[in-house]
């Protein structure tokens, strides 16, 4: 707990590119619901952003677009700490310290770095393998009590967990004992994972090479139109249960992108929609999409034209992120024995 009572959120997002649903849904809308009852610290995680390597050109941009769409889906400054992780040292300081906490073996078992680096084990950079222990750092060094993130960063909170406690004990005797408190994840309700509108099996992602797979928070309406029009789904007739749905992995995308805009169960959207046509489905999710997203890209635009303003809100993020960051890690050099 802090000194105002209030318990600690830590999540982040990487400027890899366009932001899309998936971060939407699966992140930012919920960093805006919780900002106001936690003590809350948004990050833009550009040091995991360089994991894979970036036109230096485009990270800069990115890393203001990140932080235009944090401010533009609602987050407000004045409620949460918004700032670049790199202008905050303390994250690399305690993340190599990690590096040396965590084991061989848990980095071994997780599998995004294994979808990630694919046939190119060999071939990528060390960074991305040791990901995970930056990811540690940086909620840790805050203390976090709750971290929202989307069901595929699961596995990398479960490790943090795991170098909280391992450090606990390594160094329980020199001041360490319940040194960390132990983090939770933080799924909620609604932040399913939005998957490829061509590939069903294949999460939405910024990175993909076709824009067609994902809606971007930037895109038009009419933009937004014609990518669920084209979004790829089956030709049987809209599904009558829940159980249809685990052999059509399309479709039940698109069910449950509806279901999270609405906040209501994908049983209810599969009652409204039963033995109606597709395209009467799609053009009430377009509808539905740019009745949710057209405000936010107007905010955006207004947004990233103040880069001043944008600049003001990273610089007192990272002076307050650094006060908050500073004395942990005096804390831990004292208990490791370093310095
Ligand atoms: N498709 C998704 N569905 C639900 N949640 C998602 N998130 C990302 N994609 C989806 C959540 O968004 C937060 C920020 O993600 P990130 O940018 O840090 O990294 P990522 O998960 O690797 O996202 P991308 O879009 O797929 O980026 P690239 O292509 O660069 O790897 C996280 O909380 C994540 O769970």
């Given amino acids: 707990m802090t000194s105002n009572n209030k318990k600690k959120v830590f999540s982040g997002v990487q400027p890899t590119g366009a932001l899309h649903l998936g971060n939407y849904l699966g992140a930012i809308k919920n960093f805006v619901s919780l900002q106001t009852d936690y003590d809350s610290l948004y990050c833009i995680v550009d040091l995991h952003a360089i994991t894979v390597w970036q036109n230096p050109k485009e990270l800069k941009d990115n890393i203001l677009e990140v932080a235009s769409a944090y401010l533009a889906c609602g987050i407000d400054?004045?409620?949460s700490t918004i700032f670049v992780q790199s202008s905050v040292p303390q994250h690399a300081e305690l993340a190599w310290i990690f590096n040396c906490i965590s084991r061989i073996g848990w980095l071994n078992r997780m599998t995004q770095f294994k979808e990630k680096a694919g046939k190119n084990k060999e071939?990528?950079?060390s960074g991305l393998y040791t990901y995970p222990n930056l990811m540690a750092a940086d909620i840790l060094l805050y203390q976090a009590d709750l971290v929202p993130v989307g069901d595929d960063q699961k596995q990398h909170l479960e490790l943090t967990r795991d170098i909280a406690q391992k450090f606990n004990n390594d160094y329980s005797d020199f001041g360490g004992d319940n040194f960390f408190s132990i983090p939770e994840p933080l799924i909620l309700s609604g932040s399913a994972r939005i998957m490829s509108l061509r590939d069903g099996s294949k999460k939405m992602s910024k990175s993909d090479s076709s824009s067609m797979t994902r809606i971007e928070l930037k895109d038009d309406n009419d933009l937004i139109v014609k990518k669920i029009s084209k979004a790829k789904t089956d030709p049987l007739p809209m599904p009558?249960?829940?159980k249809e749905l685990d052999s059509r992995p399309e479709v039940r995308n698109l069910l449950n992108i509806f279901s999270s805009l609405r906040e209501e169960t994908v049983s209810e959207i599969i009652n409204e929609f039963n033995g109606?046509?597709?395209s009467d489905f799609k053009k009430n999710l377009s509808d539905l999409l740019i009745s949710k997203l057209e405000p936010i890209r107007l905010e955006l635009l207004k947004i990233e034209a103040d880069k001043s303003?944008?600049?003001?809100?990273?610089?007192?993020?990272?002076y307050k992120a650094i006060e908050k960051s500073e004395?942990?890690?005096?804390?831990?050099?004292?208990?490791?024995?370093?310095?």
């Fill in 240 to 242: 009558g249960s829940l």
């Fill in 309 to 318: 303003y944008i600049r003001d809100v990273l610089s007192n993020g990272s």
């Fill in 77 to 79: 400054p004045k409620n």
């Fill in 123 to 125: 071939n990528v950079s």
């Fill in 327 to 339: 004395k942990t890690i005096k804390e831990i050099k004292n208990i490791i024995g370093l310095g």
């Fill in 276 to 278: 109606k046509q597709f």
